[in-house]
């Protein structure tokens, strides 16, 4: 009998896990949430790890009625071990909410960061093709020349880059700003 109110607990500890899910909007997240030994399913979302416990309770269920005793104690311990993990990645939900939107605003502030240091890349470029152009024109020797002109193309070219990049992070920030 004391085995019977083992599944009966069981059963109950994980209805309630459904209910407190299904309190939870069902949102993806990027990084793991659970250890890889403790759960073999692997998803983006809570629900996926839900019915990875049901199955196991499921399991735990069938080796009782067929009394296999070593898997059910080896069942039972890893049943408790994923409650307690899915009860506590529950409780750290809105913890989670304030990190992604601690990680949001500084991600925000690292465009604005990388748009000010490639902003000031190009006001550098423009000032070193600007002095290479003045230096050209005071050339008298074709080879001097030559060398500049390669110099300025160079430049050119890195400032054309320069101001590519210019444009991606610039899109980044106004996708990101529409967003909000």
Known sequence: MGIQNL????????SMLEKELDLLPDLPFT???????LFHHRSNKLGGYLQEIRQNMKQLSDCVNDSRIEQVKFLAERLVAQIEAFKREIATQTLRKQEEKFAHRSQERDL???????QDYERRLMAMVNDRELQLDKQTTLANQYKLQKEIAALAGRLARCRQALMRI???IEKQENSD
């Not at 599944?7 to 994980?14: C, I, R, T």
């Not at 604005?112 to 490639?118: P, V």
């Open 31 to 37: 990084s793991a949430r659970f250890d890889q030994v």
């Open 170 to 172: 610039e899109k980044s």
């Open 7 to 14: 599944l009966g607990a069981l059963e109950k500890q994980v």
């Open 112 to 118: 604005y960061q990388r748009l000010a240091e490639h």
